[in-house]
């Protein structure tokens, strides 16, 4: 499994930007480079849902929700994945989990995002 470390949660005002990290210190670069990579949420009384995710060679996938507004990058070097959120909403308040998948899955401890109107 992949230890993954977050960062970056926090309030904002609608329209407002945020940026959320995840490392993974512990995890060697090309085992980090196998895994997809992934930011999921999970607001209260909901599912947990993918936002966005990307492989090692960079191809991302989004949720329709956040298209045009989230962005995810990843630095296989430097074994880190970021989840840029511009233009927030309301809706985007929820708890922001880091997420590696290869053979094994493996979850972050979570991040709150919370996001007023």
């Known amino acids: 499994q992949v230890r993954l470390v977050e960062s970056g949660g926090g309030s904002v005002l609608a329209g407002g930007s945020l940026r959320l990290s995840c490392a993974a210190p512990?995890?060697?670069?090309?085992?980090?480079?196998?895994?997809?990579m992934a930011w999921y949420r999970q607001a209260p009384g909901k599912q947990r849902e993918l936002v966005a995710s990307?492989?090692?060679?960079?191809?991302?996938v989004y949720a329709e929700s956040v298209k045009g507004r989230f962005t995810i990058y990843r630095d296989n070097s430097r074994k880190t994945v970021t989840l840029q959120m511009t233009s927030l909403k309301a809706e985007d308040t929820a708890m922001y989990y880091c997420h590696a998948r290869d053979v094994e899955e493996s979850w972050g401890q979570g991040t709150q995002v919370t996001v007023s109107s």
């Open positions: 512990r995890t060697i670069t090309s085992v980090f480079r196998a895994n997809v």
């Open positions: 990307i492989t090692g060679g960079g191809t991302t």
